[in-house]
C-alpha cells in the first residue's frame, strides 16, 4: 500500500472485530498463492508461508504490488490478460496501441487569404491499420485481427478481479474511511476538506493555501524547462542546416564528375534540400512560437487569484508543456542521405528491416559453450544465440553512448543526450544510483575510460569539447581548444591516446588525454576526407574502427592512419547499411554495427565476412548506443524508443 492511502486510513477502528480482519487478510493471502502457482508466477508452484500479524502490512504491501498495472503504475482496472499471461488495465492497452501507432506527418495551409502558398504544419495520425502489437513486458508478438477493438475480446484475469474485490472489502481499504488526515500537518477531521487533484492528497483548509502557493511556485520550472526547449531547438535546427549545406556541397561534386548529362538532376536534388531546410525552418518557427506563447501564458496564468481554478489550470498547462517537448523531440531527428552512383537523396527517419525475411537460418540445434575460445566458436555462439532481450528498460531519456568503467564493472554509464546527465546504473540491481553533470555539459553523447589514469571522457555535441571526470565523478578540464564540431563517438586508442569522431568536420582526431594537444589525424588524405559524417568509433589492438554515418560504411585504419579496409554500402540487404550510427567490438574482434536506418545491429568477423543480424524481432527504433561486455553480453540503446536493452 503506498503512503499516500495509508495516510487516508481513519483514525478510529473500523466495527469489524479482530477475527473477521484476520479471515478477510487470509482469504487474500491464498488468493495471491493461487495466482503466483496458476497465472503470474514464473517459477512454477509457490509452498505457502504461514502467516503472522506482524507481517500483515508487508503481505498488503506485497498484494498491492501484484495488482499494479505494468503501463500506469496504478492499481488493474478492467484487468485484460495477454497471450504471454501479463494482465493490464484494458484502457492502458488501448493506450499503448494508439501510441504506437502514431505518425508524425505535415499537412498544408494557405497563409495570410494567399492560396497560393502553402505553409507546412506538424500534425499527430494514427495508422488506420493496426494488425498486431507486444507485450509491455516481454515484447512477445500479438496479432489483432480486428485492429484496436481486438483488446476488448481479450480474457479476463479472474483471479485479479478476485483479489481486488478482496482487497477493496478490507479494512485497508481507502473506501471505508471515516476520519481524514492532512498529509502536511496530519491534522484529523471528520470529512473530507480539500483534496488536490493534482498529487490526489487530503490537506486542511489551513494547508491547503500553502500547496496551492507551491503548486504557483513550480509554473517557475515550466518556464525554465521551455527556455532550454527553445535552446534545444535552436541547435537542432543548426545541425538540420549544417547537415543540407554539407549535401549540398556533395552534391555539387558529384555532379561535376557527371558534367551536363546530370545538371538537370543537379537541380532537381538541389531543390529538394532547399525545400527540407525551408520546411525545417518553417517547422522549426511554428515551435518556437509555441514555446515563447505557452510562457507567456504561464507567466500570465501564475497571476490568477481564484484559488478553485489554480490546479486545473496548472494541470493543462503542465499538459501543453509535455507536448511541446514531445513535437521538439520529434523535430530534426531525420538523417538525410546522399549516394553519388544513383545520384539520390533519402530521408531516414525510421527503421524498416523485417527480419522474417532474413535468408539465414535461424533455428540451430548444436550447442555452443558458453565461454568460446577462438574464432569459429565465437562466430557459433553469434549464430546459435537467439538474442531475446533478458532486460528492457522503457523510460531512458534519449540515451546515445554506453560504457562501463574499468574501475567497476557493476557501473553501467549512459550518455542521456537531451537532459545534461550521464546516469549511473548499478548492473546487478539494475537501479538509478547517480546523475553526472556540469553546468558546461549540454548535450552528452560519447562515453570512454582511461583505465591507467582511473579518468572518463563525454563528448559534448552541443559545446563542440570533450569533457573530463575523475573516476569519483570529480569534473577536471574540457578540451575546448580542438576546434570540433559536433563531436560524436569517443575511445581510447591502443596508447592510451583519445580518440575523438570530429564528426562536423568529417575526420577522427587522436588526442593528448591530459592537455588536450592534438596528437594526429585519421580519414584525411593529401588535403581530401575520406570521411562523411563519422559517427562513432571502436578500437581492438591497433586498429581503428570508424562507422562513416554519411558514406554508409565502416571503415577500418591503423594508427598512423592507413586505410585497411571496409566493410559494406547503401542498401538494406544483409552486409549493406543505411545510416551507420554505432559501432563496437569484442575481445575477439567481431565488429557489431548499429544500423540504424535498418533497424537492425549485424555482427561481422574482423575479416568482414557477416554472421548474424538481429533485427525487427529485438524491437529496435533508431540505435543510438551499443556495447559487448567481457561476457558477450550486448547492450544497446535507442533513442528514438527511449530504451535499453540487455541481450
Not at 7 to 25: A, C, G, V
Not at 592 to 605: E, H, S, Y
Request: charged share 25%; glycine share 6%; with cysteine.
Amino acid at each position: 500500500m503506498s503512503d499516500n492511502l495509508r495516510k487516508m486510513i481513519p483514525i478510529s477502528d473500523t466495527q469489524e472485530s479482530k477475527s473477521l480482519k484476520e479471515k478477510r487478510f487470509k482469504k487474500a493471502i491464498n488468493l495471491r498463492i493461487k495466482i503466483n502457482n496458476g497465472v503470474s508466477g514464473n517459477n512454477g508452484p509457490t509452498t505457502p508461508v504461514p502467516v503472522t500479524p506482524n507481517r500483515q502490512n508487508d503481505s498488503f504491501s506485497a498484494l498491492e504490488e501484484l495488482l499494479q498495472c505494468g503501463i500506469c503504475l496504478e492499481r488493474l482496472t478492467h484487468p485484460r490478460m495477454l497471450p504471454c499471461q501479463h494482465t493490464f488495465c484494458l484502457g492502458c492497452l488501448k493506450t499503448h496501441v494508439t501510441a504506437r501507432n502514431l505518425k508524425f506527418g505535415t499537412i498544408d495551409s494557405p497563409t495570410n487569404n494567399d492560396t497560393s502558398s502553402n505553409i507546412k504544419n506538424p500534425k499527430f495520425t494514427v495508422d488506420s491499420q493496426i494488425k498486431s502489437m507486444s507485450c509491455p513486458v516481454c515484447q512477445k508478438h500479438m496479432p489483432l485481427r480486428d485492429g484496436i477493438d481486438s483488446l476488448d475480446k481479450l480474457p479476463r484475469n479472474l483471479y485479479l478481479q478476485s483479489l481486488l474485490r478482496v482487497v477493496e472489502e478490507t479494512p485497508i481499504s481507502p473506501k471505508v474511511v471515516e476520519n481524514y488526515r492532512c498529509v502536511n500537518c496530519q491534522m484529523a477531521s471528520a470529512h473530507q476538506e480539500q483534496v488536490c487533484q493534482h498529487c490526489m492528497q487530503i490537506f486542511c483548509n489551513v494547508c491547503w493555501n500553502e500547496h496551492l502557493a507551491l503548486l504557483e511556485s513550480n509554473l517557475s520550472l515550466l518556464v525554465k524547462q521551455l527556455t532550454e526547449c527553445e535552446d534545444r531547438v535552436k541547435h537542432k535546427l543548426e545541425n538540420v542546416f549544417f547537415r543540407c549545406d554539407t549535401l549540398e556541397e556533395k552534391i555539387k561534386k558529384a555532379t561535376m564528375a557527371k558534367v551536363e548529362s546530370i545538371l538537370r538532376e543537379e537541380k532537381h536534388v538541389l531543390s529538394e534540400v532547399t525545400s527540407i531546410k525551408k520546411e525545417g525552418g518553417i517547422t522549426s518557427d511554428i515551435l518556437l512560437h509555441s514555446v515563447a506563447k505557452l510562457r507567456e501564458e504561464i507567466i500570465g496564468k501564475s497571476k490568477v487569484s481564484n484559488n478553485n481554478h489554480k490546479v486545473t489550470t496548472y494541470l493543462n498547462l503542465h499538459r501543453e508543456t509535455s507536448k511541446i517537448l514531445e513535437q521538439v523531440n520529434f523535430f530534426g531527428e531525420a538523417r538525410l542521405t546522399f549516394d553519388p552512383d544513383t545520384f539520390k537523396m533519402e530521408q531516414i527517419s525510421e527503421g524498416i528491416y523485417n527480419d522474417d525475411d532474413n535468408q539465414q537460418q535461424h533455428t540451430q540445434t548444436q550447442m555452443v559453450s558458453n565461454s568460446p575460445e577462438n574464432l569459429d566458436s565465437m562466430a557459433a555462439h553469434y549464430k546459435a544465440r537467439s538474442f531475446s532481450p533478458k532486460l528492457v528498460w522503457n523510460k531512458c531519456p534519449r540515451p546515445s553512448g554506453l560504457g562501463i568503467p574499468p574501475w567497476d564493472e557493476n557501473k553501467l554509464y549512459i550518455a542521456a543526450t537531451d537532459s545534461h546527465y550521464v546516469l549511473i546504473l548499478d548492473r546487478s540491481k539494475f537501479k538509478l544510483i547517480e546523475r553526472l553533470t556540469h553546468p558546461d555539459m549540454s548535450c552528452p553523447t560519447g562515453i570512454t575510460f582511461s583505465k591507467s589514469r582511473k579518468e572518463m571522457f563525454v563528448s559534448d555535441k552541443w559545446n563542440h569539447c570533450i569533457h573530463a571526470f575523475s573516476s569519483a565523478g570529480e569534473y577536471l578540464r574540457n578540451f575546448s581548444n580542438l576546434k570540433l564540431r559536433s563531436p560524436d563517438g569517443i575511445a581510447i586508442g591502443p596508447n592510451e591516446e583519445l580518440i575523438v569522431c570530429d564528426t562536423g568536420n568529417d575526420r577522427v582526431l587522436l588526442v593528448n588525454p591530459e592537455s588536450g594537444e592534438k596528437l594526429g589525424v585519421i580519414g584525411v588524405h593529401s588535403g581530401v576526407t575520406q570521411l562523411n559524417f563519422p559517427a562513432s568509433v571502436a578500437v581492438h589492438g591497433n586498429d581503428i574502427i570508424v562507422a562513416d554515418s554519411g558514406n554508409n560504411r565502416v571503415k577500418i585504419f591503423n594508427i598512423n592512419g592507413d586505410l585497411l579496409q571496409e566493410i559494406g554500402s547503401l542498401g538494406k540487404n544483409p552486409g549493406q547499411f543505411r545510416s551507420v550510427e554505432v559501432v563496437a567490438v569484442d575481445r575477439f574482434g567481431f565488429i557489431l554495427v548499429g544500423d540504424a536506418g535498418n533497424a537492425r545491429i549485424q555482427v561481422f568477423k574482423p575479416d568482414g565476412t557477416i554472421v548474424k543480424i538481429l533485427g525487427s524481432k529485438s524491437g529496435f527504433g533508431w540505435i543510438s548506443g551499443i556495447l559487448v561486455t567481457q561476457k558477450f553480453e550486448i547492450i544497446t540503446a535507442d533513442i528514438k524508443t527511449r530504451s535499453l536493452k540487455i541481450f
